[in-house]
C-alpha cells in the first residue's frame, strides 16, 4: 500500500497533451498550484480541463489558460477569467458552461459507478438543450451523463505514504469527487505525513484511490 | 443611503431566525451586514461553508478560507465545512430556506436570467441554476434599472436562469411580487411615488395607488 512521493515535474510528464484533466480547486482556492506550475513549464498543450472555474488569469487553472495549454473546459463559471471569456468568443477555446451542482454530481457519479444523475437543475432553459428528460413522481429532471477524465489533479492538506487524504475548510470542494472519477489520480498535499498519523476517521479520501503523491522539492 | 444599501436593508428584513441562507456574490453580499437585531441566521458558502462571518482583520486571513467570491472571511464556532456535492445536496434538497441573488432581467412571469448576454459576456451560471431550482425562496436583489433600460421586462430577451419563477424582487425603487396575474408592486421606497415606478418597468404592473412605503430596518 506503501507510495512514493514523485516530484511535480515527474507528476506533469505523465499528463499527455490532449488529456482530459480534472483539476479541484474553486476560484483558485484549492488548485494544486505545483503540478499546475510543472504542467506550464512543460509547455502541455491541447488539454481539456474540468474544474468550478477558470478561476484569474494569474492564479490557478487561470495559468494554464494563460500558457496556452487549454484547448477545452467544462466549468460552472468563467466570470473571474477575461482571458478565457476572450478565447471563447475568438473560438480557440471551446467552453462548456456546466451548472455547479450539476457537475458536481456528474463527476460523483463518473466516480461512484453510476451512468449520470436525475436533476431538477436546469429544466426549461438553455442547460436542457438535447437532453432527455424523465418524470418521477410528477416532476420533471434532466438526465446528465456521468463525467470522467484521464487524470485529477488534487491539492489536500495532509497525506500519509498510503495515499490517504484530508482537506482544510473551503479547499476541499471538487477535490473529494474528482479522487474517484479519473484513471489517473496525483494529490499534491501540504504536508506528507508518516502512516498512522492522519485518524481513519480524519480520511476523506481513501489512500487506494490515489495513483501519485507529490512531494516537495528537496 | 445608496440604491445598494437600500436594496441589501430591505432584503434583510426577510432574514428568519433560524434560516438558512446563501447569498449571491455582489450585491447580495452585502445583506449580511444588515440581519435584524435578535435573529439568528446561518449564511452557507457554496464553495463549502456554513457559518462564517466578515473577512478577518488584516493579516488574519487563511488561504483556504474564502467565500463563494473568492474573498477572505472567518468561520464562526459552530461552522461545517464539506466539499461541493455536499454544498449542492444543500441547496438542491431544498435545505436552503433563502437564496438572494443578482438578476440582469426579470419578466413578468417572474424568471430571471443572469448568467449569459449570448454574444458578449458570458460569465455562466455557476452555483445560481442550482439555487433557484431547490432553495426554498429566492429573492432577487437587483437596482431597478441598467443605463436607463428597465431589468423589469415583459418578456426576457436573454436565456433564463431557471423555469422557476422567483418570489420577491427587491430593488432600490420598489418591492415586488410576481403572481399568476402578474407582478404586484408591494412597496414603494420612500420618497419614491407609484407612477415613477411605473415608469422604470418595462413589465405591466399592478400597482396599487396606496401601496406603502418600504421598511429599511434600524441600525
Excluded at chain 1, 111 to 118: F, I, M, P, Q, Y
Excluded at chain 2, 31 to 60: C, D, T, Y
Aim: net charge neutral.
Amino acid at each position: 500500500m506503501r507510495k512514493s512521493a514523485i516530484t511535480a515535474e515527474a507528476a506533469a510528464a505523465l499528463v499527455f497533451d490532449g488529456a482530459s484533466v480534472m483539476v479541484g480547486g474553486f476560484l483558485g482556492v484549492g488548485s494544486p498550484d505545483r503540478l499546475i506550475d510543472a504542467l506550464v513549464s512543460r509547455k502541455a498543450r491541447g488539454l481539456t480541463i474540468i474544474g468550478n472555474d477558470t478561476a484569474y488569469p494569474t492564479v490557478g487553472v487561470g495559468r494554464l489558460i494563460e500558457a496556452g495549454c487549454v484547448a477545452r473546459v467544462r466549468a460552472s463559471h468563467i466570470g473571474t477569467n477575461p482571458t478565457t471569456q476572450r478565447l471563447m468568443n475568438g473560438g480557440a477555446i471551446e467552453v462548456e458552461l456546466i451548472p455547479q451542482g450539476t457537475l458536481a454530481e456528474r463527476i460523483r457519479a463518473g466516480g461512484a459507478g453510476l451512468g449520470g444523475v436525475l436533476t431538477p437543475t436546469g429544466v426549461g432553459t438553455i442547460v436542457a438543450q438535447g437532453k432527455q428528460t424523465v418524470e418521477i413522481d410528477g416532476a420533471i429532471y434532466l438526465i446528465e451523463k456521468r463525467l470522467r477524465a484521464d487524470f485529477a489533479l488534487l491539492r489536500a492538506h495532509e497525506a500519509d505514504y498510503c495515499g490517504n487524504l484530508t482537506y482544510r475548510l473551503t479547499a476541499a470542494n471538487f477535490n473529494p469527487l474528482m479522487a474517484f472519477a479519473a484513471d489517473c489520480v496525483i494529490a499534491e498535499p501540504d504536508e506528507i505525513v508518516p502512516s498512522g498519523v492522519i485518524p481513519p476517521d480524519s480520511v476523506r479520501t481513501p489512500g487506494v484511490l490515489v495513483t501519485h503523491l507529490v512531494g516537495r522539492a528537496r | 443611503m445608496d440604491a445598494k444599501e437600500i436594496i441589501a436593508r430591505r432584503v434583510a428584513l426577510e432574514l428568519r431566525d433560524g434560516m438558512l441562507v446563501n447569498l449571491g456574490i455582489g450585491l447580495p453580499t452585502l445583506v449580511a451586514r444588515f440581519v435584524p437585531k435578535g435573529i439568528s441566521v446561518a449564511f452557507q458558502s457554496e464553495n463549502g461553508l456554513i457559518g462564517f462571518s466578515a473577512p478577518p482583520p488584516e493579516g488574519m486571513e487563511n488561504r483556504d478560507l474564502t467565500d463563494a467570491g473568492g474573498g477572505f472571511i472567518e468561520s464562526l464556532p459552530g461552522a461545517a465545512s464539506f466539499d461541493s456535492a455536499t454544498s449542492f445536496a444543500l441547496i438542491r434538497g431544498g435545505h436552503v430556506d433563502m437564496a438572494v441573488l443578482g438578476a440582469l432581467q426579470v419578466e413578468a412571469s417572474g424568471r430571471l436570467a443572469n448568467w449569459t448576454v449570448p454574444g458578449k459576456f458570458t460569465p455562466g451560471m455557476g452555483g445560481a441554476t442550482d439555487l433557484v431550482a431547490g432553495a426554498k425562496r429566492v429573492i432577487v436583489a437587483m437596482q431597478h434599472a441598467a443605463k436607463g433600460e428597465p431589468k423589469i421586462v415583459e418578456a426576457l430577451t436573454l436565456p433564463p436562469t431557471s423555469a422557476r419563477r422567483v418570489s420577491l424582487i427587491v430593488t432600490e425603487l420598489a418591492v415586488i411580487e410576481p403572481s399568476d396575474e402578474g407582478l404586484v408592486l408591494r412597496e414603494r421606497a420612500p420618497g419614491v411615488g407609484v407612477a415613477q415606478i411605473v415608469a422604470c418597468t418595462g413589465a405591466r404592473l399592478i400597482a396599487p395607488k396606496d401601496a406603502p412605503e418600504m421598511p429599511l430596518g434600524c441600525d
